[in-house]
């Protein structure tokens, strides 16, 4: 079963590009690692998922590494409204063995 | 606003007691996801119901329960009450559910707090 592990904290400043990488050493082969960003009192919202290489849409890109075992969030020119914890999931299985892993989360302060 | 709602956002108990959270999926998914999120134990996958059935276990406790209803909606039942259940509880749902590359949409969370 997949563990993951996150930073537990990140600064960075309003424009810089912000890199978060979540460890899953014992990510299995069909495993997905999805992204969410929780603001506080808000449920996690969805940011990115992928499988493997790498995955961009318009606000985040995902590298996952040939072993797959770590992801790194890439966020491109932050804003102060990007101050939020991220978490990464491990999901896997399917049916009565689907297991959901989410990291502990990383609280990125995005400072002017 | 991801579509997913839950009432009621906030809950004050006592200990011993029970409570019922209620969550409605987002229109079209079939498929209904309980969390619990609390400051020692982060983001915790207690159970998932499908259309109705029993699809996944977490770390759900045997003084927990849930059921999906005909029409989609879910109920969450909390029952001989602790300290240590004082928590957020989120429901999350997605399309069908099937697989790890299903995305979730999470609902807002009811606030728990036991006294």
């Known amino acids: 079963l997949a563990k993951t592990t996150q930073p537990i904290s990140m600064d960075s400043y309003e424009g810089q590009e912000v890199n978060i990488t979540c460890s899953h050493n014992?990510?299995?082969?069909?495993?997905?690692i999805t992204w969410y960003q929780q603001f506080p009192s808000q449920g996690p919202r969805f940011i990115i998922q992928?499988?493997?290489t790498k995955v961009t849409n318009e606000v985040a890109s995902l590298f996952i590494p040939a072993d797959r075992k770590s992801s790194t969030l890439s966020l491109p020119r932050v804003s102060l409204s990007d101050t939020a914890v991220y978490y990464c999931?491990?999901?896997?299985?399917?049916?009565?063995?689907?297991?959901?892993?989410f990291g502990s989360g990383t609280r990125l302060l995005v400072r002017p | 606003d991801s579509g997913v709602t839950q009432t009621p956002k906030h809950l004050i108990t006592a200990t011993g007691q029970r409570v019922t959270l209620r969550c409605s999926p987002r229109?079209?998914?079939?498929?209904v996801y309980w969390y619990q999120q609390s400051l020692d134990q982060g983001l915790q996958f207690l159970i998932q119901?499908?259309?109705?059935?029993?699809?996944a276990k977490g770390n759900i406790l045997e003084r927990f329960s849930a059921q999906q209803f005909p029409d989609l909606h879910s109920e969450l039942n909390l029952s001989s009450l602790e300290l240590g259940d004082s928590a957020l509880y989120f429901c999350?749902?997605?399309?069908?559910?099937?697989?790890?590359?299903?995305?979730?949409?999470f609902g807002p969370g009811t606030r728990l707090l036991v006294l």
């Open positions: 992928g499988y493997k």
């Open positions: 229109s079209g998914d079939l498929s």
């Open positions: 119901y499908y259309n109705g059935e029993e699809r």
């Open positions: 999350a749902s997605s399309v069908v559910g099937s697989g790890p590359q299903e995305t979730q949409y």
């Open positions: 999931l491990v999901a896997s299985g399917m049916d009565s063995s689907y297991k959901l892993i």
């Open positions: 014992n990510i299995a082969t069909n495993d997905y």
